[in-house]
């Protein structure tokens, strides 16, 4: 009788093995980039180059069978879209990775309440207004950093302003972010670590930063002031917007407008309007993330 038991026991286990086997092998695991969204179709492009950059090193080597982009605002596809697209085509599980510098209510608030994993009732107010769409998948989504979580960002910010510098002690470095009220000690923190680097790097040792969104109002008085305050003690600026991709807006007309205001600014101010992409070390954080969370998801 014992032996009896013991065997049906047995057998229970190896089918339960079987069956989480079976579930495990049965999942179908998506990555979904998530960026702002702009009016710009430069800045939209930049992140659809993104995708294309990555997935000859995802899809095939890894077990994500399928990469898509999603813009949070003012552009379809939006993430509603492309979520709905996973949950249409089988897809189980979802590795959302938001293409965002640092915290902010968009990354904290914003997409966790638009996929339904989070009730944010500002959120849910500002999207009725602006139109934009919640999903909540039958895909189970888990959503990876942000892209301060390395020390991405400090190296971007020391390779740009290595390329500018031509004579670091006689040189200042002045970081134009978007930045957020919410969240506007983070952002410092981040601009003075960045800073930082460049410092211990290339010997640069003045910076200030400035703001060309929420905070400054979309105006360019902001990295007017955020020069000048370099240039009291310092021959020449070198200005690196903090920008996630190009777009017109923000590197010409805000940043560039304020550049511009400044005496002497053609001799005295380096600048490039250039932005965080395209970034190889960004690529490599992507693939990693993401891998490192498929791993996860097939442990479960």
């Known amino acids: 009788m014992k032996k009896i038991i013991f065997a049906t026991m047995m057998l ?7 069956t989480d086997a079976v579930e495990k092998k049965d999942k179908k695991i998506g990555l979904l980039l998530v960026n702002h969204g702009s009016h710009s179709k430069t800045w939209r492009e930049a992140l659809l180059s993104l995708e294309k950059s990555v997935s000859p090193r995802i899809i095939g080597k890894t077990p994500i069978v399928k990469i898509k982009t999603a813009f949070m605002e003012y552009n379809e596809p939006s993430i509603a879209t492309q979520l709905k697209a996973f949950d249409d085509e089988g897809f189980t599980d979802i590795v959302l990775v938001p293409i965002f510098i640092t915290v902010s209510p968009h990354s904290f608030d914003d997409i966790p309440t638009i996929i339904g994993q989070k009730v944010d009732y500002h959120s849910k107010e500002m999207m009725r207004l602006e139109k934009i769409k919640r999903y909540k998948p039958r895909a189970k989504v888990v959503i990876t950093d942000l892209l301060d979580a390395k020390d991405m960002i400090e190296k971007n910010i020391l390779r740009r302003a290595k390329s500018l510098s031509q004579d670091p002690a006689n040189e200042g470095l002045v970081l134009i972010a978007y930045g957020d009220k919410t969240y506007e000690k983070e952002w410092i923190n981040l601009m003075n670590e960045s800073a930082g680097i460049v410092n211990k790097e290339l010997g640069i040792d003045a910076h200030s930063y400035g703001w060309c969104g929420h905070i400054a ?8 002031e955020a020069v000048e305050k370099v240039l009291k003690t310092k021959k020449k600026a070198i200005v690196i917007p903090v920008l996630v991709a190009f777009d017109e807006m923000f590197q010409v007309k805000i940043i560039g407008g304020g550049i511009k205001m400044v005496k002497d600014s053609q001799t005295r101010v380096l600048y490039r309007p250039d932005a965080i992409l395209p970034d190889q070390n960004v690529e490599d954080w992507i693939v990693h993330t993401a891998i490192e969370k498929v791993k996860i998801i097939q442990r479960e």
């Open 217 to 224: 109002g979309y105006n360019s008085k902001n990295t007017t």
């Open 12 to 18: 229970i286990f190896f089918q339960i093995q079987q």
